[in-house]
């Protein structure tokens, strides 16, 4: 009996060929989605971070700005300025909230900020010297508020935790008796010498100047604007027109009344309200998309060609960016006669 022969067939090469790019094809589109994911995720885990620093700044910002002008008025032995303007109403002290216009922080030589040169209104792009990028030149703001610590029943020099400055610091009652004597917490956005890194900062002041220290990083942009009663652009207020309700919206310089520093404390004296305006950015890589991109820190509605940080244009770097603002009104009325 003759033996069956049996075919045997394999692959020819066309199929061989045809299956492997098919294979190629399949792990490079898993490949694709795989990469697409993990970005996904990784801008989810940014986000979530900078919310958490926006969260943070916006607590820690408005719990000092609340404390502006507060003096303690169970403690017998404190000496207050209310008290020492009604007795004298010619009493020319420093204004209990201050700040300056897309300025860069320097170490005051003392308290009296209002005549200070240390700091000055648009002195940030001079003294970001090379740096151009918006770590640096960013228009940011610096805001100063001034209130009166708590000591602790069993030490004078110690604060009992109810007045705390913007490092979370306990502020004990002024050191001396004189009245201008205040506790002082200065916000401004630094670079990180270190990781080149824009910083929320705080300087403060309880009978000198402490070194500034970074609170909240990846602040690109600080932006304050001030809810005010009855001022006019650098001019001096008039008397007896101020009701305690803020009516108009100014820049730190436009409270500057030119050569006349007691005019200037006047306006800052009627501040109402503060409103404060916050980008904060993630690391390179951290945004899915990577583009050129404006910000308006404190709203479009309060966009104005004569406040740079107001606008904010940020490179094409795949930073993952948060924008906030908010409007803090004040407890404390800081109005001086």
Avoid at 255 to 268: H, I, K, P, Q, Y
Wanted: glycine share 8%.
């Amino acid at each position: 009996m003759k033996g069956t022969r049996i075919k045997q067939r394999g692959l020819s090469l066309v199929e061989l060929l045809v299956s492997m790019t098919l294979g190629l094809l399949l792990v490079l589109v898993a490949i694709g989605l795989l990469f697409s994911a993990s970005r996904g995720f990784n801008a989810v885990d940014h986000g979530s971070a900078a919310r958490d620093k926006v969260r943070l700044a916006t607590e820690l910002l408005t719990s000092v700005i609340l404390q502006a002008g507060y003096e303690d008025w169970g403690n017998p032995q404190a000496n207050l300025q209310s008290v020492a303007r009604l007795q004298n109403s010619a009493i020319d002290l420093e204004p209990d909230i201050f700040g300056w216009d897309n300025a860069f922080y320097a170490v005051p030589s003392d308290q009296k900020l209002s005549t200070s040169t240390d700091i000055t209104n648009d002195d940030r792009p001079d003294k970001c010297g090379s740096d151009t990028t918006t770590t640096c030149l960013n228009g940011s703001d610096i805001l100063v508020i001034r209130f009166q610590g708590m000591s602790a029943a069993s030490n004078a020099a110690t604060g009992d935790r109810t007045m705390l400055n913007c490092g979370g610091g306990a502020e004990a009652a002024p050191p001396t008796a004189k009245l201008e004597e205040r506790s002082i917490s200065l916000f401004h956005v630094s670079r990180n010498s270190d990781s080149g890194e824009a910083s929320l900062s705080c300087a403060t002041y309880s009978g000198a100047w402490k070194d500034s220290r970074p609170l909240v990083e990846g602040v690109e942009s600080f932006q304050v604007l001030y809810g005010t009663d009855a001022v006019e652009p650098g001019v001096a207020p008039a008397a007896n027109t101020n009701d305690s309700v803020a009516d108009r919206w100014l820049r730190a310089d436009q409270l500057t009344v030119a050569g006349d520093a007691s005019a200037t404390r006047a306006n800052w004296r009627r501040v109402r309200a503060v409103r404060v305006g916050l980008v904060v950015r993630g690391p390179v890589g951290s945004a899915v998309e990577v583009a050129a991109k404006t910000f308006w820190p404190l709203g479009t509605t309060f966009a104005d060609v004569n406040d740079v940080g107001s606008v904010l244009v940020t490179p094409a770097d795949g930073r993952l960016r948060t924008l906030h603002s908010f409007t803090v009104h004040l407890r404390n009325d800081l109005t001086m006669p």
